[in-house]
């Protein structure tokens, strides 16, 4: 099948999905190709059968803000007609999905006729496009979309909520390649050059918005810290991130936190880590945290939004409420303290990630795309 995948290049959750789903698929020989602003930062020019599309932007002084989706829905509709694609999958609704609709009534008029499929991610319905300034269009073009899915229960509960919704939403979760980290566990972690022997390795990896709750996870660490000797990495950039660093500073655990930036060897990261933390505020899903468990590492997470579809408490890790970080600590001393209840929450976890694998979610995308084909 030829699709094409409009998504965010960028470290985020939904970008990440979309370029390993694109990659995948071309692996079993579909031919993809990624309309982008940038190269998505996970894709890797191995097959043939991928192709990126950058969407340019012309800047002109008369613009405050440059009229992104007009340049993403030309770019889409020239892609369609060179390439003759099919279907359009568009991750993340905002802008994605309503400059597909723009690009779809522009074939249309070509005599083409391309199906759109929408995937909303998260913070596309729960953040942003629930907001009244972009609520109409978001509502608009998922009822107007041809297949539309969502990455938990939970998500797709909240986006019929929030919206008036007449489409039934498909749930198709997120997923992992989880040889892709067995590899990485093959390979000699480099532990020492991070951690003594006898400190634990405690990770968080986010693109430290405020959602992320950053200043939770130093929290939590410096309860967890108090008991057991531990090392945190702070993986990822972002806006609350310097907070981060002043409350490590202000509790006098900065010589134990590492702030090592945006990374995408993610997979040998999480190789040598221990523990992962991720006390959002909400998460759909959670896709740092299926990561991390697919690197036979447990988490201490909210029990917020989809989490508790991705996190089993008090069997790949613990869940607590919003915000009580004192629970989140003794949650993760529980597990850390002991050797063979780490060694058994570390495998409970990677056990857990095989239905979310990659063999077992890509034919469900396979199928939406056969169907679109169908009924064309
Ligand atoms: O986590 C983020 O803020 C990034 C965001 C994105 O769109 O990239 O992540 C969302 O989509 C991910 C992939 O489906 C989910 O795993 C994240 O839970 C979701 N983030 C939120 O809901 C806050």
Redesign the pocket.
Known sequence: MKIGIVC?P?F??????ATELGMALADKGHEVHFITYNQPVRLDFISHHLHFHQVLIEEYPLFQYQPYELALSSKMVEVVQTYELEVLHV??AIPHAYAAFMAKQMLKEKGLNVKVVT?L????I??VGSHPTYKTAVEFSINNSDVVTS?SNN?KETTNKLFNIKKDIQVIY?FIDTEKYDKAHQQKCKRIAIAKPEERILTHI??F?P??RVEDVIRIFAGVRKEIPAKLLMIGEGPERAKAENLAQKLKISKDVLFLGNSDEVAKILCYSDLFLLP?????????A?EAMAAKTPVISTNT??LPEVNINGITGYLSNLGDVDDMAKNAISILKDNAVLEQFKNNAKEHTKRFSLENILPVYEEIYKSCYQSK
């Open positions: 965010y960028t985020g959750g939904s970008g990440v999905v991750h993340y995937t991610h998260g913070t596309d729960t953040l990455v998500l997120n986010s693109n918005r959602v992320k959002s505020q909400t998460e759909s899903f959670g896709l740092a299926l939004g989809g």
